[in-house]
């Protein structure tokens, strides 16, 4: 009997883990309001378990095409083709529950291809500065041709806490980050960016790929260089 009770609470114990993990999880959608582009949308906001991401493309009162999205309810998308505004028209409006940004490419709210958005919170022109966590961050901003998304962890000075910075660097400087890091990953070098180490520093090159810690971000590259899917010069994923 008591073995009967311990693996009964053990079994509620995980139920209660996967209900809080489940919890815990918001989809993230682009936020936008009369945006002209995708690259328009510098931040995201996250939806409740009653939303969606949606992207609605409205003609404005001097004919103008303009782009607004965010989190929407569930239950009035589908319903807004026809939804009048004072003065204005809902050309296209669009849902989608699939992932994390998935109102990219609604309506035709596409991004030009030649550029590149990376996760900034740098404290730079009116950007937040670093976070305690990567998940603070909600800005983006549009990298240079010659540039790469960068992140680093650093330790606050006088605690235990760290703060994660992202922003855009130079691709010159982002090669020579990333050239060994399969080594210093597998040597385990201190620069892997645990929470109690000084500093961890990386680049990458793909759409908002610095969202993640500096570590995970390492690892993640680890792992594509093994699998021959990591392109070291352009610094993204093949």
């Not at 669009?94 to 030649?114: E, F």
Request: glycine fraction near 6%; charged fraction near 25%.
């Amino acid at each position: 009997m008591k073995g009967y009770f311990s693996v009964l609470l053990f079994t509620l114990h995980i139920l209660l883990c996967v209900k809080d993990s489940e919890a815990q999880w918001y989809l993230r959608c682009r936020l936008c309001s009369r945006a002209n582009s995708l690259e328009d949308c510098t931040t995201f906001t996250e939806c409740s378990e009653q939303e969606t991401c949606y992207t609605d493309l409205v003609v404005t009162q001097d004919q103008r095409l303009v782009y607004d999205a965010g989190c929407r309810s569930k239950k009035v998308c589908g319903h807004e083709n026809k939804r009048a505004l004072t003065g204005e028209m809902v050309a296209c409006s669009r849902c989608c529950t699939r992932g994390d940004y998935c109102n990219d490419g609604l309506c035709g709210l596409k991004k030009n291809t030649n550029i590149r958005m990376c996760m900034s919170c740098d404290g730079h022109e009116g950007r937040p500065a670093a976070k305690p966590y990567p998940e603070d961050c909600q800005r983006f901003r549009v990298c240079d041709y010659n540039e790469a998304c960068f992140a680093r962890t650093t330790s606050v000075a006088g605690n235990s806490a760290v703060e994660h910075y992202t922003s855009c660097l130079d691709l010159r400087t982002c090669q020579s980050l990333v050239n060994g890091i399969k080594d210093a990953y597998h040597q385990g070098d201190a620069l892997l960016g645990k929470r109690n180490t000084n500093i961890c520093a990386i680049c990458c090159n793909d759409e908002l790929c610095n969202e993640y810690s500096c570590a995970a971000i390492k690892r993640r590259i680890v792992n594509l260089i093994e699998n021959d899917a990591f392109n070291m010069t352009t610094l993204q994923e093949i």
